[in-house]
């Protein structure tokens, strides 16, 4: 059993139109994150959310955090081929546990 | 804006060999990690350094493995006698608040 599921695994769709990934748990964290990871790059930190129900906006990428702190959404608007990527959310301050990440491709 | 630098970025090495990889952490930073990723799996944590001593390390962290570091500046993990299984993906990240990751290093064991 994983800490983090990560739903869908894959995601591929047409450039502009609208998702949203999912981060579940049946853990309540303090806080959680979402990283982007390109092809043979690491990980980049896209945001943090740390209160349950705060939203973040990151320009056409809308991180939320669940009320009860077990589970996060990121929705992208209008996505662009530049979105394509792996997202993986992850919890931890000091070691991060990380999921198995959403593998999203935007064709254009 | 201030990189973690990883070296070399791809490493190939027969079964048995020990081999060292670098990082230079962001300057200002005080922790310091490992990370490794085999191909199509996840990231996961091997090691956290702070202060001159490993402060945890999971499961994967045996004692084949020893992080070390030798200046103010770098930061390296060792494999004294590596394995088929230990071809992957390695990063190294700092810490300040956020993590900051770099490209990573990627080990082929043949």
């Known amino acids: 059993t994983q800490l983090l599921e990560q739903s869908p695994q894959f995601l591929s769709i047409q450039e502009g139109e609208n998702l949203t990934v999912y981060c579940n748990s049946s853990?309540?964290?303090?806080?959680l994150q979402w990283y982007r990871q390109e092809p043979g790059e690491g990980p980049v930190l896209l945001v943090t959310v740390v209160t349950g129900g705060e939203v973040k906006k990151l320009k056409r990428l809308t991180f939320q955090f669940g009320d009860a702190r077990k589970d996060s959404s990121l929705h992208i608007t209008a996505a662009q081929p530049g979105d394509t990527g792996l997202y993986l959310c992850a919890v931890g301050d000091d070691k991060i546990i990380f999921g198995k990440g959403t593998r999203l491709h935007i064709l254009p | 804006e201030p990189e973690v630098t990883q070296t070399p970025s791809h490493q190939v090495t027969q079964m048995g060999q020990e081999v060292i990889l670098r990082c230079v952490p962001i300057s200002n930073h005080l922790y310091f990690y490992w990370y490794r990723q085999i191909l199509g799996q996840k990231v996961e944590f091997l090691v956290s350094?702070?202060?001159?001593?490993?402060?945890?390390k999971s499961e994967i962290f045996d004692d084949q493995f020893s992080v070390e570091r030798p200046d103010g500046s770098n930061f390296t993990l060792k494999i004294r006698s590596t394995k088929l299984e230990d071809s992957a993906m390695y990063f190294c990240?700092?810490?300040?608040?956020?993590?900051?990751f770099g490209s990573g290093t990627r080990l082929t064991v043949v």
């Open positions: 350094f702070y202060n001159n001593e490993i402060s945890e």
């Open positions: 853990s309540v964290f303090s806080s």
């Open positions: 990240a700092s810490k300040h608040g956020g993590y900051t």
